[in-house]
């Protein structure tokens, strides 16, 4: 795989410190070259399938060769694994805390390491803090990844086994599909983990979530203002909206929540 100096970073972090410029920091010293780009900082803290979901939505908008790096870690510092993928043309680093299994379940052809701690030294990197991996392993290897002077099957051990995910993955039975609700927006839209192709044969798709029925619509101004509706969002998946209003809000419900859709409504 020919890479192309792109890393994408996602964490929990926030936008409150120095934390994620300075992992750009490190990176950029040591590839002065690279083009760093910031997908997500506002991952719910200590909730890796947020993170999993947009980075598994989100790397086919990025050129092949790109690293993407997804850090919500609270297990930092401990011995849990970290995960070095080739996949699709990319690149992927995590721990593995669940963060990528949804993705790793339905990539036959992933090749799939754990990092080898060893390698470190050989890549000049230093001993690790205990609780700011992002900065002194997941930086300079995205690095190192990006300039293409390593790569997985050089630093880690290939492996067939991962922490599974946090989430089941939807439900598909006749005429219905169940799911999840994995995050909620800035709007307040509540987006699933139902994918488009699970009710591409429904003939009058209805969303069942916090005891109302909801019809699908292809978009927010087919609504009347405060109305709710379901709709197949930019990223190919259901969510959850209320016209010029705030949906999580006025139905009480956050990310977790269960999410049906039937093909029709209730008579």
Not at 48 to 68: I, K, L, Q
Not at 247 to 262: F, H, I, K, S
């Amino acid at each position: 795989m020919q890479p192309s100096g792109v890393i994408t970073i996602t964490t929990d972090f926030g936008h409150k410190g120095p934390f994620a410029a300075v992992m750009k920091g490190v990176i950029v010293s040591r590839f002065p070259g690279a083009t760093v780009i910031d997908l997500a900082h506002d991952i719910p803290a200590q909730w890796p399938p947020e993170a999993g979901f947009w980075v598994s939505r989100s790397y086919r908008y990025f050129p092949r060769g790109t690293v993407h790096i997804a850090i919500v870690d609270p297990g930092v510092g401990t011995e849990r694994d970290i995960l070095i993928v080739e996949y699709d043309g990319h690149y992927f680093m995590a721990p593995d805390n669940g963060l990528l299994a949804q993705m790793l379940d339905d990539a036959d052809d992933a090749a799939v390491f754990t990092l080898d701690f060893d390698s470190l030294g050989r890549l000049g990197i230093g001993v690790p803090s205990a609780t700011f991996h992002g900065r002194d392993i997941f930086a300079p290897i995205a690095a190192e990844l990006a300039a293409g002077r390593t790569r997985p099957v050089a630093i880690g051990t290939a492996t067939c086994e991962w922490v599974p995910a946090w989430l089941d993955p939807p439900k598909a039975t006749d005429g219905s599909v169940s799911g999840v609700i994995v995050t909620v927006d800035t709007f307040g839209n509540l987006i699933s983990n139902i994918d488009s192709a699970l009710i591409d044969g429904f003939s009058e798709p209805v969303a069942r979530i916090a005891g109302h029925q909801i019809p699908m619509l292809t978009t927010y101004g087919r609504a009347k203002p405060g109305e709710y509706l379901a709709l197949i969002n930019s990223f190919g998946v259901v969510e959850i909206a209320r016209a010029e209003s705030n949906a999580a809000e006025g139905l009480g419900a956050e990310r977790g929540a269960p999410l049906r859709v039937t093909d029709g409504y209730d008579t």
